[in-house]
């Protein structure tokens, strides 16, 4: 039998926290990214981008944190919904990847130090375990990529339909269902720490 090699708590609980510190800056070099490699492209709503890429970067910080599991959902639906408006900006399905890609190589810098202070077993299984979280939303991006292509095939006779011919309350409604969304993990998870927090203070007191 193989061994399974699994990320303690305590490194994924550090991962998380170094995300959520740089969190602003993810998003800030993730976005100017996308912007200048798009400058020629479709006209591209920068403050729905940002709001997405936000999101994204937000539900990765609760994947490496007490209610991953709960946040696995979320992660797959955002990443859906940005393939789905990834074809209504034009782009093409490797464009799709490129643009999800891009946020593995910022993690790979922004938490390269943090990574590496970890002991050498929970470091590679922290980094696969982002890895492969990262790899499913790609997928579910490119899924929800193909089915809104689809959609566009069968109701507009193949004319693409860009993101400034879409009605933008659709588009922040379902943001705002997913902020909202994201929240409600946010909260769960504060509440378990704070129950962990005093476990371990009654522990301490014992």
């Known amino acids: 039998m193989g061994l399974t090699m699994r990320p303690s708590n305590t490194s994924l609980t550090a991962v998380s926290r170094a995300m ?5 800056d993810l998003v800030r070099d993730w976005a100017a990214w996308i912007v200048h490699r798009t400058a020629q492209g479709p006209h591209l709503d920068r403050p729905i981008l940002e709001r997405q890429l936000r999101l994204l970067v937000g539900i990765v910080i609760q994947l490496a944190g007490p209610v991953r599991r709960k946040a696995a959902q979320l992660w797959f639906d955002t990443c859906e919904h940005y393939g789905r408006i990834a074809a209504a900006r034009g782009l093409a399905a490797g464009e799709v990847v490129e643009e999800m890609q891009h946020l593995r190589e910022l993690l790979i810098r922004h938490l390269s130090d943090i990574i590496a202070a970890l002991p050498a077993r929970y470091s590679m299984a922290t980094v696969l375990r982002l890895n492969r979280q990262l790899d499913k939303g790609i997928a579910q991006a490119v899924v929800g990529y193909t089915d809104a292509l689809v959609e566009t095939l069968f109701n507009q006779n193949g004319v693409p339909v860009f993101v400034h011919d879409q009605p933008d309350p ?24 704070g129950e962990t927090s005093a476990e371990r203070g009654v522990r301490s007191a014992e």
Do not use: M, T, Y
């Open 170 to 193: 659709e588009i922040g409604s379902r943001l705002e269902q997913l902020e909202a969304e994201l929240e409600q993990v946010r909260a769960v998870a504060a509440r378990e720490e």
């Open 20 to 24: 959520a510190a740089g969190r602003d």
